[in-house]
């Protein structure tokens, strides 16, 4: 019985991966809107996983080791390909080198997570957790073609993939998203609220609004992580936020 539970998260995690090489295949093709949804389906079923493997009670170290590939490929891999080809692949080895940053920077985010926290609950994320970042570079795309017909605006895309890979490896913190209850606290419960309601302007309006909200999430934690720093009276704790 306990393996036959185990098999639920684990088919979400593959429906990660599916979803991840499908991003992979329409953006060799050349539909990179379409890949952009693909990834963005893939981060639901991310999302979704750890939730049930809680709800079930089968979470398990292998659960951990396949999300992470998983994320590896989905949120790494695919959006980084996907970069290459929309908008670097006419900058030659240096668009190559900047499409590898989420790469890179996401796969060793996911090693230092596994190593410090395991499948351990989460309370909050130090670091832009990797599905973040690719949902950000990706909801730029379909957000961009949305407004504009077109997506080829690579003075504003390289800025922001620096900036989500290097916060990717930052100590910025991020909140999770709250669990759907309001018995834990105002603070929580005012959480869930704004999750809830950002979720329904979404889902009515995805193409404009998604992007803004990803990008609003993002440097909401920048600027709480400023924030703290200019509050600190400790020189030393300053020089150690960064």
């Known amino acids: 019985m306990k393996r036959s539970r185990r098999v639920i998260p684990n088919l979400f995690t593959t429906m990660n991966?599916?979803?991840g090489f499908l991003a992979i295949i329409s953006a060799s093709d050349g539909n990179f809107v379409t890949a952009s949804w693909f990834i963005i389906i893939a981060a639901i079923f991310d999302l979704f996983d750890g939730q049930v493997a809680r709800l079930t009670k089968s979470a398990s170290s292998f659960g951990v080791e396949f999300d992470s590939l998983a994320d590896i490929i989905s949120f790494?891999?695919?959006?980084?390909?996907?970069?290459?080809?929309?908008?670097?692949?006419?900058?030659?080895?240096?668009?190559?080198?900047?499409s590898f940053l989420p790469l890179v920077c996401g796969g060793i985010r996911l090693a230092k997570f596994n190593i410090n926290f395991g499948g351990k609950e989460k309370t909050g994320f130090i670091g832009l957790p990797i599905p973040f970042a690719a949902v950000s570079i990706v909801s730029f795309v379909i957000f961009n073609y949305y407004i504009w017909d077109e997506i080829f605006l690579e003075r504003v895309v390289i800025p922001q993939i620096v900036l989500v890979s290097i916060l990717m490896l930052s100590k910025v913190e991020y909140y999770v998203l709250p669990k759907f209850s309001f018995r834990q606290g105002k603070r929580h419960s005012i959480g869930l609220i704004i999750v809830i309601i950002s979720t329904l302007i979404v889902s009515l309006f995805p193409q404009a609004t998604f992007y803004p909200f990803v990008i609003a999430y993002i440097l909401w934690g920048i600027i709480r992580f400023l924030y703290k720093i200019l509050r600190s009276t400790d020189p030393e704790k300053t020089i150690e936020a960064f």
């Open 17 to 19: 991966i599916f979803f």
């Open 76 to 98: 790494g891999l695919a959006p980084a390909f996907l970069i290459q080809r929309a908008y670097l692949e006419s900058f030659g080895l240096l668009g190559t080198v900047i």
